[in-house]
């Protein structure tokens, strides 16, 4: 006769939980913090602009109104109503618009010729052009210019902006059309296309992201640009940014108004940055691939 034993349950040897190292969790901790500090830095001072576009020049002064207050829309109404800057706010978007849409028809066949033919010395001219500083020929432009009469004209304003805004297009194109594989025009120009073709047909195409990132670059830019319409404009072509500085006087400053004035100077630019980003991240990233 067999006695029944009752057998031990297996045991199920579990691995012990491994602890993430400290200096694992440390380097956590401190990038969140450090992303709070920086987001924090970045955004006070529009979150102050913001806020003291709603008080009164005594209350920006008045410590103790810093965050309570009764907020005020009188410096909005004195910015749009009284001070007309709804023509600023055309005049700025019509030059940013047509500087950008012309160095965009110049840039980009540019930068895909540099591309494309390995132009070194050219890709050098145009490095060269985006590091020297568009203030320094500021004299030289006025100069020049007003001997044509044209100072004070939009044509000079847009001249001046591509400037800057041409070199930037060319440099961030020829990064994208480095990273386009050249199999696919030799491919089209076998069907038959001609080279031309090719990149109306198939290269632009493709480097729509990166014609959109240079394009808001440089639309941007002529946005905030203060120092050429400060020295080139006139009064029925003053952009934003130099209306804005109109309530700053020699015996005291609107802060009330500057503040508001800025504020509308700012919301445009960062509602386009809001819903382009991807295009930038993208377009900016693209040469990154290559290879």
Do not use: C
Request: glycine share 4%; charged share 10%.
């Amino acid at each position: 006769m067999t006695v029944m034993t009752d057998s031990p349950a297996p045991t199920t040897n579990r691995a012990p939980r491994r602890r993430k190292p400290l200096g694992t969790r440390a380097y956590k901790v401190f990038r969140v913090v450090a992303l709070i500090v920086v987001v924090l830095f970045l955004l006070a001072p529009l979150f102050w602009m913001l806020l003291a576009s709603l008080k009164t020049n005594v209350d920006i002064y008045d410590t103790a109104k810093a965050l309570v207050f009764s907020p005020t829309f009188e410096n909005y109404a004195n910015v749009l109503q009284r001070n007309n800057y709804f023509v600023f706010v055309v005049n700025s978007f019509w030059v940013a618009f047509v500087s950008t849409a012309l160095s965009i028809v110049l840039g980009v066949p540019a930068a895909y010729a540099m591309s494309r033919f390995t132009m070194h010395r050219s890709a050098l001219v145009v490095l060269m052009a985006r590091v020297i500083p568009g203030v320094s020929l500021l004299v030289p432009w006025y100069y020049v210019f007003s001997n044509l009469r044209m100072v004070g004209k939009f044509e000079v304003l847009i001249l001046s902006h591509m400037f800057v805004a041409l070199p930037l297009i060319v440099y961030i194109m020829m990064s994208y059309f480095d990273s386009l594989p050249l199999e696919l025009e030799e491919s089209a120009e076998v069907d038959g296309l001609t080279p031309i073709g090719a990149f109306r047909l198939i290269t632009l195409p493709l480097a729509v992201s990166g014609i959109a990132t240079a394009g808001i670059l440089s639309f941007i830019f002529s946005w905030n640009n203060f120092m050429f319409a400060l020295v080139l404009s006139g009064a029925k072509t003053k952009t934003l940014p130099v209306a804005i500085f109109d309530f700053v006087s020699y015996a005291s400053i609107d802060w009330g108004g500057l503040m508001a004035a800025a504020t509308v100077v700012t919301i445009p630019i960062m509602i386009i940055a809001l819903f382009t980003q991807k295009y930038i991240v993208s377009g900016l990233t693209a040469g990154a691939t290559k290879g």
